[in-house]
């Protein structure tokens, strides 16, 4: 049976190298991801130092999949002086795959490590609108698309200097997104109608999703430090990227004819940082530290004649904040058995604006439309991780974890246009509110000589609720958001 029960783990393991494969983090996954609240061999990837601290040759591969179903995701605007009522609603769903292969090797006086990276996203989402506006009633139907490749290529290599271990990462990836959306009303089609803030609420889908089509390379390098603080063990790394070789693409459809096709470049870059802390109160308790702190900025153009015929030129930028701190105990009460919970706080912030300018050839013709806030989005997150190992057997340790999250939730949503006959009805309003949720997962490592099988399941629930008011031209307006969903995903990681 033993024989047998190898040839299985082996076959496993040769099939999961013969496909494409993120995250090798079976352990982290069974136990909710909790990364930095226990210690683990992966620890490496977010510290490249750390690999210097092991041994020998080692060979990883990991799979996993996520089905995250949008049950609810509805967007409600209203403006009584324009009897304007824009009740969007909606559902759909997403695939993530992420899979991960590579190897840890000896080299010169550190250790290396190679990995090929892939994350795949694949979502379709579709919902109704009766509404009423400006231009009288109507009911609408619509389609929301987004698919996402990442391909990454990282080098990582580390070696004792001194009483601290040195390493550094190297990665190339290569990035395809693209997001798209269609409205549709009888015989009428738009596909990513850029004009809505000219008084067309109604078919304003920028709140879901801004459409782009971006293929781009990205660089990016990790400089990090592990060490000892007289007892206390600590990671430091700094990490930065920027795209290069860069396409981007605006498509608006009045279909079936295409009325521009804006071409551009993406710009942009991020920095970061992580520390971890290990602070040993005994042999059996430990208090880990988590601080981290990141901020990215994406821009896309592009420029293109039109059928009208005029130029078109437009603008989109995005730029994200995170901060993380937390702590928690992570506790060995007999051997065999560990337990960790920890109390984390995340602020993250987000804004995405979007600038169109349409010239006609024939002037003074003109048209702008100016979405400033879509939307300037801010949350204060807190989240309780909890986790449990228990060993069964030699060759068996079972794993589980809980994550529950509640945060404070604070939207701006504001745009204006205005032509060579005058400003539109601008938009600007405010709204609050809370996201919630809970995660568990359940995963176990079996051990089978020379090979490790780490398999889990996760499944989860959330919710995220805002509402708020402000004015839509002269009138006041309110706006209400809501999305719920539920998630459930599982994988296997492979260690050699």
Known sequence: MNKNFSVTALFLFVLLLAVPAMAWQGRMAGTGDASGLMEDESDYLTHPSAIAAAKGFNAYGHYRLTYDKTATWDYRLSAPLYNVISPYAGSGHSWKNEAQLGAAFALGAGRMGVFVDYAGVRGTYSGNENYDGFYGPGYAVYDLDNKLDNFALKVIYGLPAGGVKLGGELQIAYRNEE??????????????????????????????????????????GKASVLGMMGPAKYAFTLTGGLPFGSSNEYRYDDVPLTYVNAEGKVKGFHVGGDFWLRVPLSDRLVLPFVVAAGYKDMKRNGSGISLWPSIVTYDQETRDIFVKVGGGVDFTPAGGTRVAGGLYYDYLYTSQSLYFFDDTFTPPAFFVDNYADLPKSSEHRLTLKTLVEKELCSRTILLGGVNAFYGRVKNDYAYAAYSHSGPREPLDISTGGWTAGVNASVGATIKLEPVSLEPFITAGYSEYKTNGDGTLGASAATLDLKRAGWLVGGGLSVRF
């Open 179 to 220: 997001q798209k959306n269609l409205w549709m009303e009888g015989n009428a089609a738009l596909m990513n109608y850029p004009w809505a803030a000219e008084n067309s609420p109604e078919i304003n889908l920028y709140p879901f999703m801004i459409p782009c089509k971006s293929q781009y390379w990205e660089a990016q």
